[in-house]
């Protein structure tokens, strides 16, 4: 079982930046390490979408074309921690963002799908005003 929580969501305005982390609890490190962990995000009245992913064994990267060239996803292995930097943001990335986990690596399985991951955190919001 992993717990996941998420953090660092917030209101900026256009242009601006933000940095979510998540940190993941009840994995051991060996578990952590074969983990694809994700970032999605829901708008208002929208389906939930992947915005990133990482495989924390082998830190494959995997992007939406949305947020590709404009964010950057990272993990602190030692702290078991997900970073998800989000920079040049754009009204339209008003959402809910939530971080989510899954066994096994992101390139074995279609990642930027809910169905894929298991274990999901509660979510942070994150508002862009123009």
């Known amino acids: 079982q992993v717990q996941l929580v998420e953090s660092g969501g917030g209101s900026v305005q256009a242009g601006g930046s933000l940095r979510l982390a998540c940190v993941a609890s009840?994995?051991?490190?060996?578990?952590?390490?074969?983990?694809?962990m994700g970032w999605f995000r829901q708008a208002l009245g929208k389906e939930r979408e992947g915005v990133a992913a990482i495989s924390t064994g082998t830190y494959s990267r995997y992007y939406a074309d949305s947020v590709k060239g404009r964010s950057t996803i990272s993990q602190d292995k030692a702290k078991k921690t997900l970073y998800l930097d989000l920079n040049s943001l754009k009204p339209e990335d008003t959402a809910v963002y939530y971080c989510a986990a899954a066994v096994g690596w992101c390139g074995d399985r279609r990642w930027s799908l809910q169905s894929s991951f298991a274990y999901w955190g509660q979510g942070t919001q994150v508002t862009v005003s123009s």
């Open positions: 009840g994995a051991s490190g060996y578990t952590y390490s074969s983990l694809c």
